[in-house]
């Protein structure tokens, strides 16, 4: 027997608005509307208006009027459960029978509206509302259907609903085929449109008859225990989830603790310079006051003298005109003494603030507030052991050098207001140089002879270079996280920049791309248009290859990128190919301290030794063949001509200083 509209419209109303579901611990706005706790804490929350919610309030989810918190200073979390219950709904979902499940008109939610369903089409099997159930009845394809209350239908589902299951790809088909080439039950449509070449294809329900019955308990218990596991899997993960939440507060805590103590420090030498220069300015300015009213004062003295004679010149007493005459007389010479006294001793103050050079070293080399490192550890993964690095290179007997020294170029030149710190060269055939001094800022060209052709002012410090054609340079800056490329013929020009994104350091050419280290302990392949192509900064194992990569070279012959990492002491070689690059180290060579990395024309790989204070040469399979140069002062860059015949070489320990090698042949060596 279907329900009189009343107790509808009375089961309709303890149904919450929010998740259309039977009230549970109903709450009571100010407006009389009625919501599910949770539903209305959740809806409270998450409301855009909620940062103004103690001035403007936040909308009721029904009629929109503003709500305000039942207590002045509430946070909006706990405006719900203050909120007051409504008992008299509470007894109502008591006393009246409501279904737990809620169907909607299945025409109105294809017209994406959500209207309640109250009937059920036998023939369609469609959820209908009331005005879909009438339209339905008038329509001459469908005026035959048999529509059933659909509460009749939720009582009594067995003769009402009728088993199908219909296509996911194709919907409102029905499944009642099997494909047994394929192991899949379709529709009709899936049979014409993906198995139309199959053999085997039967009735579902014959195919049902022949199969074996699966095993339901053993198939529960095997799903018993597999949402066991997913729940066992699913807590450790919220566990590290709240580890990692910890952790994550805690390393922003400790940024922040390093900021504040940096700022605190600053700001500490910051009053006491103005604490000095205070001191200074009171006593110069009290001096030059002091003369200011000297000068004053004779003013007022010579005034008064000039008065005193001429009014005793026109009263006609000469006595008093000779005594007043006297005394000035005696006075001009008194103060034109002390005016020449301050005219001599007066200075002109010119205040001068020139930073400290520990300063500008201190901003060069703060690229952070301190190393930040994520590590992942996978305790279920079997690890892959990384290939060994060959032993460090065995002694050698260099009696007979493979170098000669053959010019030494000064580089300082006007204008230098530090010591010069060269961390890139390159050497053309001409004999003209061009470097980065990272300690001045500059680009410097220099000639055939030594002279200094030209110089460029950065606008910060330069570290490293490569040259993208004959005629243009791409230089990093680290510290403004970007690479600006130059012209370089007799004067140095900036024509366009490539975004970086990071500090960079290192950077060389590589076919058609740039491959560029970051001090974040990464390299990156980039287009010359600034576009990532690849980033490097795990191996194959997932650990970190870099951690502080500075230089980077190209060797052309075998295709292989050479990565020099300062504090890992170690130079990496990877496979490159097309732009990407092969994540598995092919060697790794062990040196103390390593910074410059350089390929010669043969495809030998140069290596700085800054605390071995040598330069190695070593194999292109990462053999070690000999000390090319030793006894150098913290060996920081070099690099060769085209023909690889002369190479130049910076040292921080001769920061000044540049030499020229040239590399001896064979014979000369054997007339040595």
């Given at each position: 027997m279907a329900e009189t509209d009343d107790r509808k419209v009375l089961?309709?109303?303890?149904?919450?608005?929010?998740?259309?579901?039977?009230?549970?611990?109903?709450?009571?706005?100010?407006?009389?509307?009625?919501?599910?706790?949770?539903?209305?804490?959740?809806?409270?929350?998450?409301?855009?208006?909620?940062?103004?919610?103690?001035?403007?309030?936040?909308?009721?989810?029904?009629?929109?009027?503003?709500?305000?918190?039942?207590?002045?200073?509430?946070?909006?979390?706990?405006?719900?459960?203050?909120?007051?219950?409504?008992?008299?709904?509470?007894?109502?979902?008591?006393?009246?029978?409501?279904?737990?499940?809620?169907?909607?008109?299945?025409?109105?939610?294809?017209?994406?509206?959500?209207?309640?369903?109250?009937?059920?089409?036998?023939?369609?099997?469609?959820?209908?509302?009331?005005?879909?159930?009438?339209?339905?009845?008038?329509?001459?394809?469908?005026?035959?259907?048999?529509?059933?209350p659909l509460e009749n239908v939720r009582s009594n589902p067995q003769p009402a609903v009728h088993e199908e299951v219909t296509c996911s790809e194709h919907h409102k088909k029905e499944v009642d085929m099997y494909c047994k080439d394929h192991e899949l039950p379709c529709c009709p449509?899936?049979?014409?449109?993906?198995?139309?070449?199959?053999?085997?294809?039967?009735?579902?329900?014959?195919?049902?008859?022949?199969?074996?019955?699966?095993?339901?308990?053993?198939?529960?218990k095997k799903m018993d225990r597999l949402i066991e596991d997913a729940d066992g899997?699913?807590?450790?993960?919220?566990?590290?989830?709240?580890?990692?939440?910890?952790?994550k507060n805690k390393v922003l805590h400790d940024i922040a603790e390093a900021k504040r103590k940096l700022l605190e420090h600053i700001e500490k030498i910051e009053a006491q310079v103005i604490a000095k220069f205070h001191a200074i300015s009171q006593t110069d300015f009290a001096i030059i006051q002091e003369q200011i009213d000297y000068c004053n004062s004779i003013q007022s003295a010579m005034h008064h003298c000039k008065s005193e004679i001429t009014s005793s010149k026109e009263q006609k007493?000469?006595?008093?005109?000779?005594?007043?005459?006297?005394?000035?007389?005696?006075?001009?010479?008194?103060?034109?003494?002390?005016?020449?006294?301050?005219?001599?001793?007066?200075?002109k103050i010119n205040y001068l603030f020139e930073e400290d050079k520990q300063v500008a070293e201190t901003l060069g080399a703060l690229l952070n507030l301190g190393k930040l490192d994520v590590k992942h550890t996978y305790p279920n993964k079997k690890p892959v052991s990384p290939p060994l690095p060959p032993p460090p290179p065995p002694p050698q007997d260099d009696s007979r050098k493979a170098v000669k020294k053959t010019k030494t170029f000064n580089v300082k030149v006007k204008g230098d207001r530090r010591e010069c710190k060269i961390t890139a060269i390159k050497l053309w055939n001409n004999n003209k140089v061009l470097m980065a001094d990272n300690g001045n800022s500059r680009l410097k060209l220099f000639g055939e002879f030594g002279d200094l052709t030209c110089t460029y002012d950065c606008p910060n410090s330069p570290w490293d270079f490569t040259f993208i054609?004959?005629?243009?340079?791409?230089?990093?800056?680290?510290?403004?996280?970007?690479?600006?490329?130059?012209?370089?013929?007799?004067?140095?020009?900036e024509v366009s920049a490539i975004p970086a994104q990071r500090g960079c350091n290192g950077i060389t050419m590589a076919e058609d791309n740039l491959v560029v280290t970051y001090n974040t302990g990464c390299i990156r392949i980039l287009s010359l248009e600034g576009a990532v192509r690849m980033m490097v900064d795990t191996d194959y194992i997932g650990k970190r290859v870099f951690s502080n990569p500075e230089f980077v070279t190209f060797n052309p012959i075998s295709s292989r990128i050479f990565v020099s990492d300062y504090n890992n002491h170690s130079v990496t070689a990877l496979r490159y190919d097309g732009g990407k690059v092969d994540k598995t180290p092919v060697f790794v060579y062990p040196v103390s301290g390593p910074r410059a990395v350089e390929v010669d024309f043969a495809g030998d790989l140069y290596v700085c030794g800054y605390w071995s204070n040598d330069v190695h040469k070593v194999r292109d399979q990462g053999e070690f063949r000999q000390i090319l140069v030793d006894s150098l002062a913290r060996p920081l860059c070099l690099a060769f001509n085209d023909e690889g015949s002369r190479f130049a070489l910076s040292e921080q320990g001769n920061p000044n200083s540049v030499k020229i090698y040239r590399i001896i042949q064979a014979s000369e060596v054997e007339d040595i």
């Open positions: 089961k309709m109303s303890l149904i919450c608005s929010i998740c259309l579901q039977k009230l549970s611990k109903p709450r009571s706005l100010p407006c009389f509307h009625t919501f599910c706790e949770s539903c209305l804490k959740n809806h409270l929350v998450n409301a855009p208006e909620r940062k103004d919610a103690t001035k403007s309030g936040i909308p009721c989810p029904t009629c929109k009027v503003a709500t305000f918190a039942p207590k002045p200073t509430m946070p909006v979390e706990k405006w719900a459960e203050n909120f007051p219950v409504n008992h008299l709904v509470g007894t109502l979902i008591d006393i009246v029978p409501v279904s737990a499940r809620l169907e909607f008109c299945e025409p109105c939610k294809d017209n994406k509206e959500s209207k309640i369903a109250m009937s059920w089409c036998q023939q369609c099997r469609e959820a209908l509302c009331e005005e879909c159930a009438k339209c339905h009845m008038s329509m001459k394809a469908t005026r035959e259907h048999e529509i059933t449509l899936c049979i014409a449109t993906h198995h139309r070449k199959c053999e085997r294809i039967f009735q579902i329900d014959e195919v049902m008859s022949k199969m074996e019955a699966v095993d339901q308990k053993t198939l529960m899997v699913k807590k450790e993960r919220q566990e590290v989830m709240r580890g990692t939440m910890a952790q007493l000469p006595k008093r005109e000779f005594i007043v005459t006297q005394q000035g007389q005696k006075k001009y010479e008194e103060c034109t003494g002390g005016l020449k006294k301050i005219v001599g001793s007066s200075a054609d004959k005629g243009k340079c791409a230089v990093t800056f680290p510290n403004e996280r970007k690479i600006r490329v130059f012209r370089i013929k007799e004067t140095i020009n």
